[in-house]
């Protein structure tokens, strides 16, 4: 798969009368992990949601793809909230994004579907529907069914937000496997999870907002919860995002 890079040049994004961001820059590079980090409020959503054609009230300069062809329908997206439909089972739910475009699905389609759902240690509950399952098992099914739309390119809205340390650990990982070669941005309140799983890691703070901080880490995601820079580049982190916390208040 391909995955482009993507470049986004002065947007700019009113919400309900509110200047989130004023001519901000951004850039993803292909089949890499960018993450964002930054206070609550300060529009990392509304930047995902403005790559994925879904934001109004926006203005750009440019925003391109590297191989100069359309994002439109490259795109999966992976939100914070539950979506999966509690009356469908969980391979019905892996394949939904087939129906949904009136496309019919075939038994390769589902083949495929269960064979995702064995690579997320869920072989065991493809007829089962969602209700049954705990969160972290819910959240692997979405991740099965973020992947089985295979796409390019990967929007991620916090989706381990909500799941206890050790089983957010394993889906990190799950994750960062997964998606490899494809090129992703993820939005994270988690200093931790961006240090795993970024190539680059980004700190969107100020009203309107910018970047503020870049900061590009060695070796490969997902990288072990003990790796030295990991852990010093946490506490760095953690200091900034404290201080554009305390700014974005005032």
């Known amino acids: 798969m391909n995955a482009p890079g993507i470049e986004i040049k002065g947007a700019t994004l009113l919400y309900e009368n ?27 959503t509304s930047l995902l949601r403005l790559i994925a054609g879904l934001a109004s009230d926006v203005s750009l300069k ?5 191989d100069n062809l359309p994002l439109a329908n490259r795109i999966a997206y992976m939100a914070q909230q539950e979506s ?18 009136g496309i019919k699905v075939t038994t390769q389609d589902y083949d495929r579907a269960k064979q995702l759902l064995e690579q997320v240690g869920l072989e065991k509950y493809v007829a089962v529907k969602p209700p049954v399952l705990s969160g972290g098992m819910r959240q692997r099914a979405i991740l099965a069914r973020t992947v089985f739309e295979d796409k390019p390119v990967v929007l991620m ?64 995601p997902p990288r072990p ?22 700014a974005q208040s005032n």
């Open 62 to 66: 440019m925003m391109r793809a590297s």
């Open 18 to 44: 509110h200047l989130l961001f004023q001519d901000l820059n951004l850039k993803l590079l292909a089949s890499k992990w960018t993450c964002l980090l930054g206070p609550s409020g300060v529009g990392k």
């Open 84 to 101: 999966l439909l509690p009356w469908l089972t969980i391979v019905e739910n892996v394949v939904i994004g087939l129906k949904l475009r």
């Open 157 to 220: 809205d916090e989706p381990f937000a909500a799941l206890d340390v050790i089983t957010r650990a394993y889906i990190q990982e799950l994750a960062a496997e997964l998606f490899a070669g494809r090129t992703v941005l993820l939005v994270t309140h988690d200093p931790l999870e961006a240090l795993r799983l970024g190539h680059h890691v980004y700190i969107m703070s100020g009203s309107p907002a910018r970047i503020t901080s870049e900061i590009e880490l060695p070796n490969q």
């Open 225 to 246: 919860l003990t790796d030295k820079v990991l852990l010093e580049t946490h506490g760095q982190i953690l200091e900034q995002l404290s201080h554009a916390t305390k």
